[in-house]
Nanobody
């Protein structure tokens, strides 16, 4: 069954760094736009970053610009989210998603109330904990 799988979450001190991975299984991730979301308990889902297929156009939430970087490794069928200068408020479950339409993915990234079930792939999430 084709799916995306997140990894790389963990516990880090405030100011530290983590790199999350989103690996495609059963399909070629390069053919898809990929996005990262996060949701903390009791809080609304938040779109973090996205990267378009082929030309690598990126989008970032203003709250993470300059601290987070999204990138692809085609050979590993993986998209990364490098997170630096982490803050306690970055603690959350991080999810990756993939869709053939970057425009639709970006719509979901920028609209917290939008459902994600229309996206082609949605992962199970990886926990990021930031200690102060």
């Amino acid at each position: 069954q084709a799916q995306v799988v997140e990894s790389g979450g963990g516990l880090v001190q405030s100011g530290g760094s983590l790199r999350l991975s989103c690996t495609g299984s059963g399909f070629t991730l390069d053919d898809y736009a990929v996005g990262w979301f996060r949701q903390a308990p009791g809080k609304e889902r938040e779109g973090i970053s996205g990267i378009r297929a082929r030309d690598g156009t990126t989008w970032y939430n203003n709250g993470v610009k300059g601290r987070f970087t999204i990138s692809r490794d085609s050979a590993k069928n993986t998209v990364y989210l490098q997170m630096t200068n982490l803050k306690p408020e970055d603690a959350s479950v991080y999810y990756c998603a993939a869709d053939q339409s970057f425009n639709y993915l970006k719509q979901v990234l920028t609209t917290p109330a939008a459902g994600h079930t229309g996206l082609d792939y949605w992962g199970k999430g990886t926990q990021v904990t930031v200690s102060s």
